[in-house]
């Protein structure tokens, strides 16, 4: 059975730091591009980040980019999201996300991660 696991959100002030964690169960990890995403309510969800198999690639939003930086160690199935200098507009459930060719992704439950003084 596939299991992501998100964890690591919270409330935060403006300009605080957080570190979100994707614990994967289930899967090859090290064969997955693994991403994260993040919706508010009334919204689609949207990529933040993204990182290959490999760790070599990486991908950001424009809107985060200098701000988040993700990673991951294959050795612990699990990726990880530090986000830094935190906005108001970064409020969001965030997800993390499983994909791989020809395979059917896989999504966590989410972690709400809150931006407010």
């Known amino acids: 059975q596939v299991q992501l696991v998100e964890s690591g959100g919270g409330l935060v002030q403006p300009g605080g730091s957080l570190r979100l964690s994707c614990a994967a169960s289930?899967?090859?990890?090290?064969?997955?591009?693994m991403g994260w995403y993040r919706q508010v309510p009334g919204k689609q969800r949207e990529l933040v980040a993204t990182?290959?198999?490999?760790?070599?690639?990486?991908k950001y939003a424009d809107s985060v980019k200098g701000r988040f930086a993700i990673s991951r160690d294959n050795a612990k199935n699990t990726m990880y999201l530090q986000m830094n200098s935190l906005k108001p507009e970064d409020t969001a459930v965030y997800y993390c996300?499983?994909?791989?060719?020809?395979?059917?992704?896989?999504w966590g439950q989410g972690t709400q991660v809150t931006v407010s003084s």
């Open positions: 990182i290959s198999g490999n760790a070599y690639i990486t």
């Open positions: 996300l499983a994909t791989r060719s020809g395979r059917t992704p896989y």
């Open positions: 289930g899967i090859m990890f090290s064969l997955y591009e």
